[in-house]
């Protein structure tokens, strides 16, 4: 299968390795300069389960030509955008496209470019991390949910399941995937913002009784705001599965707290707290923490002088 | 007059200076042993406006045994229970006490150890630094506004009002202190934590939006819950004082960073935005920024290992 990976950070590498290395031709498109150097001079470094390098194809989205049978989108989530405009030549009317972005809203972007059937929603618990342009740092297994907005549902794209489980990537198709992804940017909205914020590590911060009231609050709002556009929460089972997340990901840096703090990036806010303040806002849902969390994170970057 | 400072900080160390250079007999009481220990040795050094070293008394408050005409109340707010508690045996039937702490809700604790008619509740905008033990940084002038609990009002501390005047403070007898306290709480409220948890001057925090949007969302809340509780507040009056102070101590610090970031203390919260917050528990107001980030700043706290 012919595939673009479009957003070839740290997730972007490990799906188009494993997916090159099962036989398929695939083409990373990033923006990052540097990264582009490193990848066409030396190939991939994989570091960690293994070490290795791979030549892998990458380009800048724009020199993209070749019409994708799958796309896999993968960008942070305020450069969603200005990647599908760039990527619109390669998108054929038979052209299936993947988004695994964090954070809510995203297939409203995606619509204006992808064809309704054309357009799956996924959500995933692998990990990766960059060391530095070129070299990816992967550990660890994970899954994938995902459902195709086809009416056909998973008949439609049994062939991009197979190929990704062929791939290693233990995707299950989920007829109903979008409590998964409203699960996740739970675990990204009660963890990302707070421990950038604060400067701590997940497990320094979920430490605390108050930290604790804050995130069931923050939980309470997504739970409110999804309920009430239709999707099927379980507020127990968010918290519970959000506790269990924090204990296993402790001594981690959340990926806000590296985007602000250590690398003095934008962050992704306004696609996760940010976002359910402005569902909440349209449906008459009051959000304070979303809303004092959203402006407190773009208080830090303006302090931060990042734009 | 014979007067004691409860807490020798930076503004206790303001007040006694000016009162015992004006003529009254002044000590200090205070619990910080290197500040007690330099001030015997040295004499208290004042710098800033003026440069000189001036003999002062100091000594811990369970070491008092004198009773005292006056008492100014300047201690850390959380540290007021424990001052009234040691300083029990020097206050008479007759002692009058000022009490200058910031925050809300200090008479229900001061009530507990002084005759209603004994209590005066102030606001001050004097400020002062401390650059270390037995060294104070006075610049710039102030005012005071102070009201009486006695019903005789201004004429039962006449006295009081006349030498601290003497002694330069401009005290102002204010017939409706509550609102100027409330106010001034205001101000701490918007600065202290926000500057705090984002590691921002009072400018730095102040130049976005989003941080706009969070003072004056703060602010409203004061509002609801101080007006639910009978005190004069006007909305507006209040924003617009608080965005001049903010321009003019731009370039500052608040409080909260010193005792958080720098110097990693346990901060006032309880007594400023938790205070509205508990208020407003009681009164069924919520409060969701106040309760948030009273919550942020405990679990910056933790995450300190600050006990």
């Known amino acids: 299968m012919f595939i673009y990976i479009a957003g070839a950070g ?24 540097a990264h582009i150097d490193a990848i066409k001079a030396h190939g991939l470094h994989i570091v960690g389960d293994q070490d290795e390098v791979v030549p892998m194809t990458i380009m800048r989205p ?21 990647m599908l405009e760039k990527i619109k030549p390669v998108i054929g009317p038979e052209t299936k496209v993947l988004c695994l972005l964090n954070g809510l809203g995203h297939e409203d972007v995606i619509s204006k470019y992808i064809k309704h059937e054309n357009i799956m929603m996924g959500v995933t618990v692998w990990t990766a991390g960059l060391k530095g342009p070129g070299e990816a740092i992967l550990q660890g297994k994970g899954t994938i949910n995902l459902q195709s907005f086809a009416a056909a549902g998973e008949a439609a794209v049994q062939d991009i399941v197979d190929t990704m489980n062929a791939a290693g990537l233990n995707v299950i198709y989920d007829n109903d995937v979008v409590p998964s ?55 127990q089972e968010i918290v519970d599965y959000v506790m269990h997340t924090a204990e296993i990901a402790a001594r981690h840096y959340p990926s806000m707290h590296q985007d602000l703090i250590q690398n003095h990036r934008l962050t992704e806010i306004d696609y996760i707290n940010g976002a359910v303040a402005r569902k909440g806002a349209k449906l008459g849902i009051a959000t304070p923490y979303c809303q004092m969390i959203t402006d407190l994170i773009h208080a830090k970057e303006s302090i931060l002088n990042i734009k």
Chains 1, 2 share one sequence.
């Open 10 to 33: 740290a997730m972007g590498c490990r799906f188009g390795y494993q997916l090159q290395k099962s036989g398929n031709e695939v083409v990373l498109l990033d923006s990052w300069q």
């Open 62 to 82: 724009e020199e993209a030509h070749k019409q994708a049978e799958f796309i896999i989108l993968f960008t942070k989530a305020m450069q969603l955008q200005d």
């Open 181 to 235: 992804i409203w699960r996740k940017a739970c675990v990204n909205g009660t963890m990302n913002s707070t421990c950038a914020l604060t400067d701590a590590t997940i497990g320094q911060f979920f430490a605390s009784e108050a930290a604790i009231r804050i995130v069931k609050t923050i939980i309470h709002e997504f739970v409110l705001v999804g309920t009430a556009e239709g999707v099927k929460l379980n507020e």
